[in-house]
């Protein structure tokens, strides 16, 4: 039995990686947050309910886990008790269930408005970003002087850092962007506010991953975002504020590579990305509708139209390296219902102006649907033909397939878990 199986989208985010984290949560008994903040957005729907997470990890639906948020992901305090009392009022019960570790940097309502006021800025050079205050709580943590979960307990030396901390942002949001400061009283409210309610969940988070580890529990860590969007071997400048590859997991759980036995890598039969960057498979016009519409690529955090693209086998040939991955999650494959002519990308070459192209190889649509299939073998033809061609260029085999939103619209070729 794998008892450390990692989930990692590889694309730029938005993989449907919600769906595959609460099916694969029947399997384990704790579901951990490595990194990112509330800027994820999972889309859940159990039993045709729709329920979207930005913060705590999807396993919260079921019952018999734990859900962890590691010390890489910046917290925002009201957020996560918005999200759990959201989650109450839904029925779900929550107590107990969540444990957040003492090394998550806190988000104040002052990296809100740098964040918002940088974007406005930037104007045809903004980033996309969610405006959430993420970017600019892990700048803070980068430059030694953000505010930790476990500076709460401190309350004395807590204050005497937030005031330095909303010294320094409110001189940047007065003099440089030319909007209103951020009161003391507001930030006291969004952190210390919350300290009692808090103080329940806090945990040594590596030292629960490693006891749970030797007890043989099983545990899933549940990446946000995509591959293509860490910071470090993303799009640059186009990326999110984290790492999102695998290796994040050490840094943001304290967990080591050797405790990790199985890395899937969701990937959407197509490509979407949200807001600016490069993408070299984008496409417009009636492919552009099409998947846009039956895929429903809308964020689910800010409701943001995406771009859409034909499949990047070149991209993810590099990021299943970057991941070691050992398998593959093929989603939205029913989003290709219809098309007559599918084009997977194998190589990019660059054009005269130093645009990167994409090449092309060109494969048949099926007839019919594949909406809802749960078994390969009823699968057309022309669809397993597709995917053993993704499997082909990228090098790893597929061993989910995702047919549908619903939990039971799945092809399990081997459980990760088993
Ligand atoms: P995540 O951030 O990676 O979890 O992605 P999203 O939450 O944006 O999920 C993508 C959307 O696709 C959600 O609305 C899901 O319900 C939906 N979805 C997931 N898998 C499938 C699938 O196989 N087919 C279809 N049609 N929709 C899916």
Not at 42 to 47: A, G, N, P, S
Not at 96 to 113: Q, T
Not at 375 to 386: H, T, V
Request: aromatic letters at 6%; a negative charge; glycine letters at 12%.
């Amino acid at each position: 039995m794998n008892k450390s199986v990692v989930l990692i989208g590889t694309q730029w985010g938005d993989e449907g990686k919600g769906k595959i984290v609460d099916l694969l949560t029947l399997h384990a008994s704790g579901v951990v947050r490595f990194q990112g903040g509330h800027n994820a957005g999972h889309t859940l729907v159990v039993e045709g309910k729709k329920t979207v997470l930005h913060l705590i990890p999807s396993g919260i639906l079921h019952e018999e886990v734990t859900c962890m948020i590691g010390g890489g992901v910046v917290l925002s305090l009201p957020h996560l008790f918005a999200e759990i009392n959201e989650l109450e009022e839904a029925g779900v019960n929550v107590a107990g269930r969540v444990l957040v570790s003492e090394k998550c940097s806190l988000i104040l309502p002052s990296h809100v408005e740098l964040d918002l006021a940088r974007e406005r800025k930037l104007e045809e050079k903004k980033i996309g970003t969610t405006g959430r205050g993420i970017g600019p709580a892990y700048e803070d943590k980068v430059a030694r002087r953000g505010l930790r979960v476990k500076d709460l307990l401190d309350e004395t030396s807590f204050l005497a850092q937030l005031k330095i901390n909303l010294d320094y942002h409110n001189f940047i949001l007065e003099k440089y962007y030319g909007v209103s400061p951020v009161g003391l009283d507001e930030s006291l409210d969004s952190t210390i506010g919350f300290k009692d309610k808090l103080l329940p969940m806090i945990d040594d988070i590596s030292k629960e991953l490693r006891e749970r580890r030797s007890e043989g529990k099983a545990t899933l860590f549940e990446g946000a975002q995509g591959s293509l969007l860490d910071i470090d071997q993303g799009t640059y400048p186009f990326v999110t504020s984290s790492n999102t590859n695998v290796g994040a997991i050490s840094g943001g759980c304290g967990v080591g590579p050797k405790s990790l036995d199985y890395i899937l890598g969701i990937t959407k039969a197509y490509t979407t990305r949200v807001g600016e960057g490069p993408f070299p498979t984008e496409v417009d016009g009636l492919i552009a509708h099409h998947l846009s519409s039956r895929g429903k690529e809308f964020g689910s955090t800010t409701g943001r139209p995406r771009r859409c693209g034909w499949f990047d086998a070149n991209a993810l040939k590099e990021v299943a390296q970057l991941n070691s991955l050992t398998a593959l999650c093929v989603t939205k494959l029913d989003v290709l219902d219809g098309l007559d002519q599918l084009f997977i990308c194998t190589d990019y070459k660059e054009s005269s102006n130093g645009e990167v192209k994409p090449i092309y190889e060109e494969m048949s649509g099926w007839k019919g649907s594949v909406a809802g299939v749960k078994s390969k073998s009823k699968l057309p033809p022309e669809a397993i033909s597709y995917l053993k061609r993704i499997e082909e260029l990228s090098g790893v085999e597929i061993d989910i397939i995702s047919t549908g939103p619903d939990r039971e619209d799945t092809i399990i070729e081997n459980n990760p878990f088993y």
